[in-house]
């Protein structure tokens, strides 16, 4: 074991850990790292490094290989090469590891307890069998089921409290799991997920944790947010525009109502169902059998105010749920709210927690700072209680949009959830016909823009895989890239119109701010706005920038210019982008966000008229170099084409290819076009799919 600073590098393993949160590094670069590490304090010259990483009888081009390592050892460590903690560059000679390192013998590695009869539980153990798809799903519960027994029996006979075991589970082979889209049942013996397949389909699947494989199910095609009844026999979904039900025993599926973009769902003991069948809007109720919905929230009319993400208390009458997109004149704000069926009284739990929680075991469960946490909380006075504990640290997938987290808990406390240590997406190049031409880089990017030039991309980058991102410019031909910004709630960057700057949003609490940078990070960033919220989405030539602000709740299109810094309203919408002329935008209209509506292009300035480009849920919308086509997302993830004429004309959509985008909609802009007709996709891969992890006995590691 070496450490340096935050840093820890077990080198058997291959492991680089931060604070004991594992950071990806690939093999190369980590063999680089432990040999600065090895010989810290020392000049290692390039030419040993040479020897020891490629030998002297291979051919590579050495010193693009080599600064490419380097840099992706800097990138995992957030060091820079301009002020360097860890790494320093010694010219024309090699390089240097200027940290202290102190090196862990065998006794101070040993387990927590070693040698005690009775150790006190340590920390979670991470339980990784590195299973592949090859070796399928039936070892994988093979080894959960004995893993979680084997533990159980050795605790009890000994006297113990069981551990806390993390173990590693595999999609099904050749898919991949859908963030946000799991729910364990509520006894915990089976899950339910939704499993993007190679053909960039979506349907929901069942897996009993004691069974070697997962069952897909018929007529559950594009499948989101599945909940369970409390039964265990039945499992609610969304897909289609539609709530649906799904009866085991019976094998059918039920249609219970509409539902455009559905955002959550829970199922009581009595068959009573809340949903929240949009984004904007409050909750409803509805029988398992169906019948007419019906508001049990109440949403201020003309408020983009959303009700969302019901989670049932275990009375079966109580729920919580989230708020978000308030204003100050809604009489309820941001945060997790409790309902009561039967009753329109509302309280407030709590304004500071946002998105997913769960009830089990006596606490609330939440993310906290992309932490899963765990608080006591009180089903008779219906409040927290005590202090809240970590259960998985800097970790936790959470959206970036809707603030959902991608964990699931069962009634007796088991933890299923989605890490960002194991992210299963990248940015893939693919030609017209669809072919996947290889990968711009293993970090974690999302947001990806081209310089008006197509010479350098941008991109918000998750450095340390903890859900904090900055921004970076990556230079395309040279294969480097440099880091604009400070780790934190930073996304959406876009180019100024002479590629020299980089306008982005960041949010910091409640607030949300425009800032723009020198691409060549030779400046500090310069703040443009401030307010509730905001989204930069496109400069046009001429020097107006388009951006999305919240108005009454609902998304609203303003145009910034930089003639006289002055902000003018358009229209309600979202994802615009100017045309290469600057007369026309290319934009989500209201109704698309909140469930209908779609693409469509109005002139600018205007007036003119609304040309509807796309159907119901079509997002993203992208014009081509020439501005004679609209390219955008389907709701089903197809790449679609609209020729359009810039006197006023839109031609049929066209499909290009099925992609595996990681969000066709309400997600920013998840991939571009290149100047030679390449598209560049945020993409789920198509195999090697990363694991979700499963944890139990966290109760007794406080």
């Not at 739990?349 to 009180?378: K, N, W």
């Not at 590629?499 to 982005?504: C, F, L, M, Q, V």
């Not at 723009?516 to 989405?537: E, K, N, T, Y």
Request: glycine share 10%; proline share 7%.
């Amino acid at each position: 074991m070496l450490r340096f600073g935050l840093f820890e590098v077990q080198v058997e393993n291959c492991e680089l850990r931060k604070q004991g949160v594992k950071i990806r590094l690939q093999e190369q670069p980590f063999r680089l790292l432990a040999i600065l590490l090895e010989r810290s304090g020392q000049v290692v010259t390039r030419e040993e490094l040479r020897e020891k990483l490629w030998g002297t009888d291979t051919f590579v081009d050495f010193d693009k290989g080599l600064n490419k390592a380097i840099n992706r050892i800097r990138e995992a460590l957030e060091d820079s090469a301009e002020n360097p903690r860890f790494i320093e560059t010694v010219p024309k000679r090699g390089y240097r590891f200027i940290a202290p390192v102190d090196r862990a013998g065998p006794a101070e590695t040993a387990a927590p307890g070693a040698g005690n009869a009775n150790p006190a539980p340590g920390p979670p153990r991470r339980i990784r069998h590195g299973l592949r798809e090859t070796v399928g799903w039936g070892l994988a519960a093979l080894f959960l089921v004995v893993s979680i027994w084997f533990a159980l029996v050795r605790s009890r006979s000994h006297g113990e409290t069981a551990p806390v075991l993390r173990v590693s589970l595999l999609p099904p082979p050749k898919t991949s799991f859908l963030p946000y889209s799991f729910a364990l049942s509520p006894d915990g013996t089976r899950l339910a997920f939704v499993a993007l397949d190679a053909d960039g389909n979506t349907a929901l699947w069942i897996r009993a944790l004691s069974a070697s494989t997962a069952q897909r199910l018929d007529g559950t095609e594009g499948a989101a947010y599945p909940f369970w009844s409390l039964n265990n026999q039945h499992v609610g979904f969304f897909a289609r525009r539609k709530l649906k039900t799904l009866d085991f025993a019976a094998g059918t599926v039920r249609v219970l109502a509409d539902a455009p973009s559905g955002l959550g769902g829970a199922w009581n003991r009595d068959g009573v169902i809340v949903f929240a069948p949009t984004v904007a809007g409050p909750l409803y109720r509805v029988g398992y059998e169906g019948g007419a919905p019906v508001a049990i929230t109440s949403v201020s009319e003309g408020s983009g105010q959303s009700h969302c993400l019901p989670v049932f208390l275990p009375d079966g009458r109580h729920f919580f749920f989230y708020i978000f997109r308030s204003v100050d004149t809604d009489p309820l704000g941001n945060g997790i709210h409790i309902g009561e069926l039967g009753s329109t009284a509302i309280r407030s739990l709590s304004p500071e927690i946002a998105g997913t929680v769960a009830y089990s075991s006596g606490h609330l469960l939440y993310a906290r700072d992309r932490s899963l946490v765990a608080q006591p909380f009180d089903l008779h006075l219906f409040r927290l209680t005590g202090s809240f504990f970590p259960i998985a640290e800097q970790e936790l997938d959470v959206a970036a949009t809707f603030s959902a987290a991608g964990f699931t808990v069962s009634g007796n406390g088991e933890i299923i959830f989605r890490s960002t240590l194991d992210s299963s997406t990248h940015l893939a190049w693919f030609d017209r016909s669809g072919k996947e031409l290889g990968s711009l880089s293993e970090s974690a990017y999302r947001d990806p823009t081209f310089s008006p030039d197509g010479r350098y991309l941008a991109v918000a980058s998750d450095d340390a895989h903890n859900g904090k991102y900055s921004i970076r410019v990556h230079d395309l031909a040279r294969g480097v890239s440099l880091r604009l910004t400070e780790p934190g709630e930073v996304r959406s960057p876009i180019w100024s119109p002479d590629g020299k700057e980089i306008t982005y949003a960041s949010a910091q609490g409640k607030l949300s701010f425009l800032y723009r940078v020198r691409a060549d990070g030779s400046d500090s960033p310069r703040l443009i706005r401030q307010g509730a919220f905001m989204l930069p989405h496109h400069w046009s030539h001429d020097g107006h920038l388009i951006f999305t602000t919240l108005a009454r709740g609902l998304p609203f299109l303003n145009i910034y210019s930089t003639a006289d810094g002055s902000a003018q309203p358009f229209g309600p919408g979202v994802e615009a982008q100017f045309s290469p002329d600057g007369k026309w935008i290319a934009y989500i209209d209201q109704g698309g966000v909140a469930g209908g509506g779609g693409v469509v292009a109005q002139p600018f300035p205007g007036p003119g008229p609304h040309i509807q480009v796309s159907g119901p849920g079509g997002a993203q919308p992208r014009w081509s170099r020439d501005g004679r086509q609209i390219y955008y997302m389907a709701p089903d993830r197809k790449l679609m084409s609209v020729a359009f004429d810039p006197s006023g004309t839109a031609g049929q959509p066209q499909v290009i290819f099925q992609t595996r985008i990681v969000a066709p909609n309400l997600a920013s802009f998840q991939y571009d076009i290149a100047p030679d007709g390449r598209f560049l996709i945020n993409s789920f891969r198509s195999s090697d799919a990363s694991p979700l992890t499963m944890i139990t006995g966290w109760q007794r590691a406080r």
